[in-house]
């Protein structure tokens, strides 16, 4: 079985309801991204950044996986898909995609603020202040934010190397370490871009699929059939 990796951004939620960050003028909610997804952010005012990622959780919770999610769920039945995102929501599991990666976290969780490796699902959309881990620390968002490592990306890179299609979808591929997946894409293979506002220089191995999530996803479909022919 061929396996196909997809690299998903903020575009292919943004079709379920959840905003992004660069639909917004670079501002979140009226904030400065550096307000609201920094380190820096959590030590200077972590009341702001609960409240804020408990606004991003209700606002999952409400929303419901789209047609570009539930399409590469059905893609798992012909090939071992292995989905790296660079979202926190869950949409893609709630879509039935069973190998998510998630390089910036996930709302759903939380993490102790002394021990990283100490992560809980939560059962309540809310956090707040008191809510401590077991080594009685706060806890936190378990999001990756500026200024801090991507704990997943070594994983990340070693599914990039063992791709035999690769597809980047929903994303602007100015986010980096994410955006420099590609570069560790093994040489020859297939790979995509479904976005409608690609980059207007990319490589001219890249075949772009100009389209938003729901309606680019079906059409991958479609080249994939010549692909595996």
């Known amino acids: 079985m061929k396996r196909l990796v997809i690299l998903s951004g903020a575009g292919i939620s943004a079709e379920s309801g959840i905003r992004t960050f660069r639909d917004m003028n670079g501002l979140w909610e009226e904030y400065d991204v550096m307000e609201v997804a920094s380190i820096e952010a ?9 409240r804020f990622y408990n606004d991003r959780r209700k606002q999952m919770i409400a929303s419901q996986p789209n047609r ?27 879509a039935g995609s069973n190998h998510v990666l ?22 309540n959309p809310e956090m707040k202040i008191g809510d401590l881990c077991d080594k009685g620390s706060q806890l936190r968002p378990h999001i990756v934010w500026f200024g801090e490592a991507v704990p997943e990306m070594d994983k990340a890179i070693e599914l990039t190397q063992s791709a035999n299609i690769l597809c980047v979808i929903g994303t602007s591929l100015n986010v ?45 479909f479609e080249k994939l059939k010549h692909v595996t022919e």
């Open 42 to 50: 959590w030590h200077k005012n972590p009341e702001l950044l609960l």
């Open 68 to 94: 570009g999610h539930l399409l590469l769920a059905d893609l798992g039945k012909i090939f071992d898909v292995q989905i790296i995102t660079q979202n926190v929501d869950d949409l893609h599991e709630r």
């Open 102 to 123: 998630h390089l910036h976290g996930e709302l759903t969780k939380a993490r102790s603020t002394k021990d990283p490796d100490l992560i809980y699902v939560l059962d």
């Open 176 to 220: 980096y370490p994410a955006a420099g997946l590609l570069n560790y894409a093994p040489k020859n293979i297939p790979v995509f871009l479904i976005d409608p506002n690609p980059p207007a220089h990319l490589p001219q191995h890249i075949q772009v699929i100009p389209e938003k999530a729901g309606v680019g996803v079906g059409l991958f």
